[in-house]
Each structure stands twice: as structure tokens, then as C-alpha cells.
T-cell receptor, first 111, second 113 residues
Framework: QKEVEQDPGPLSVPEGAIVSLNCTYS??????FMWYRQYSRKGPELLMY????GNKEDGRFTAQVDKSSKYISLFIRDSQPSDSATYLC???????????FGSGTQLTVLP | GAGVSQTPSNKVTEKGKYVELRCDPI?????LYWYRQSLGQGPEFLIY????????DSGLPNDRFFAVRPEGSVSTLKIQRTERGDSAVYLC???????????FGSGTRLTVV
């Protein structure tokens, strides 16, 4: 079992829809959680960075972490065609320096 | 520079050859990471540098892989006796310090034929 599991999709939604992307993790030591967006043939770009449980909002994006259920979510409001990309969740503990990534969810927002 | 720079962007090599992949991190970033991303997968950790030293190389798949960062800035990932299974995108990232968000480069797409 991978330490971070992510539904690979693909996910296709109409423009303006609310998108929900989800991951689960198994390592209780994870304390830091991130969401990256990756366009085709580009490196991952950091979208959201949260510590421990709770919500964090940045514009149209909201990240949620529920440590009790080991569940990570990213919500995108008013989705745009430019949001079409692969979204990667990632986590790391304070002691280990490397990020552990999910496999990514491919999102397409249709105009 | 403004971002993490990786060269070359694409590399095609024959099985058994030696390759070097270069990463130029953001100026002043002390932490540097190498990841490998296969098609349809998330990046997988290879090695992490804090300054000049390899703080964690537990992700290197075998002794054909080696990385250096001699002056604490530019890093080179070296792969000896390449195999077809080494084909992937090799990503480099840097961060101001441990625990900060990474900035990734666009990667080097390695194809071993």
C-alpha cells in the first residue's frame, strides 16, 4: 500500500463547477500537507501548503486536512479551463525531509 | 535565477551509456531535492542535499545513481550504465530551508533506447 493514495481520475467538469480532489494517507507522522498543480511537460507548482488539521483558503482554492481520518482535500470554486492540469497531493513529516506524493488526479475543465 | 533551471530538457541515450543531469536551484536556497516521475505517477524521492552534503540518499534505486552538489548550489545527477527502466522525467526542486514549500524545475525527460 502506498503511503499517499489519490484517485487518478480522469475528472472532467464544466466551467464554473466546484471541483473536489481527495487523497488519503497512512503515515501518522505526516504533519505537513501540500497540493501541487502540474501542467503537461512542466514541473509541479505549489498551490497550497497546510500544517496539521484545518482549512486554508487562497482565492478560489481551499485545502482541508482531517488528521483524524487521514484525509486531504482540495476544493476549486468557479473552475476555469486554465485549471485543467494534474493535481498532486503530497505530505511529509517533520523528521523526514522528503515529500511523499500521491499519483495525481488529471482534471479537465470544459469551456 | 528566478526559478529552478534543469538542463537538458530532453535527453535520449542508448542503453549502457552514462548520463549527467544538471540542476541550478534558486539562488540562496540551501535545500535541493531530486525526484523521478514515471508516466502517470507522482514524483518519487531520490536524494536530498542540505548545503553540499547529501543528507538523505535513501531513494536512490541502486549504485548506478549518484548525485553531487560540490559548492552548495548547482547539483548534478549521474546515472551509469543506463537501462530502459531509467526512462522517466527527473525533477529537481529547491527550498529556502527544510519544511518550506519546494519550487520545482521543469524536469529532464530521459529516454533510454
Amino acid at each position: 500500500q502506498k503511503e499517499v493514495e489519490q484517485d487518478p481520475g480522469p475528472l472532467s467538469v464544466p466551467e464554473g463547477a466546484i471541483v473536489s480532489l481527495n487523497c488519503t494517507y497512512s503515515n501518522s507522522a505526516f504533519q505537513y500537507f501540500m497540493w501541487y498543480r502540474q501542467y503537461s511537460r512542466k514541473g509541479p507548482e505549489l498551490l497550497m501548503y497546510t500544517y496539521s488539521s484545518g482549512n486554508k483558503e487562497d482565492g478560489r482554492f481551499t485545502a482541508q486536512v482531517d488528521k483524524s481520518s487521514k484525509y486531504i482535500s482540495l476544493f476549486i470554486r468557479d473552475s476555469q479551463p486554465s485549471d485543467s492540469a494534474t493535481y498532486l497531493c503530497a505530505a511529509f513529516s517533520g523528521s523526514a525531509r522528503q515529500l511523499t506524493f500521491g499519483s495525481g488526479t488529471q482534471l479537465t475543465v470544459l469551456p | 535565477g528566478a526559478g529552478v533551471s534543469q538542463t537538458p530538457s530532453n535527453k535520449v541515450t542508448e542503453k549502457g551509456k552514462y548520463v549527467e543531469l544538471r540542476c541550478d536551484p534558486i539562488s540562496g536556497h540551501t535545500a535541493l531535492y531530486w525526484y523521478r516521475q514515471s508516466l502517470g505517477q507522482g514524483p518519487e524521492f531520490l536524494i536530498y542535499f542540505q548545503g553540499t552534503g547529501a543528507a538523505d540518499d535513501s531513494g536512490l534505486p541502486n549504485d548506478r545513481f549518484f548525485a553531487v552538489r560540490p559548492e552548495g548550489s548547482v547539483s548534478t545527477l549521474k546515472i551509469q550504465r543506463t537501462e530502459r527502466g531509467d526512462s522517466a522525467v527527473y525533477l529537481c526542486a529547491s527550498s529556502p530551508g527544510v519544511g518550506d514549500g519546494y519550487t520545482f524545475g521543469s524536469g529532464t525527460r530521459l529516454t533510454v533506447v
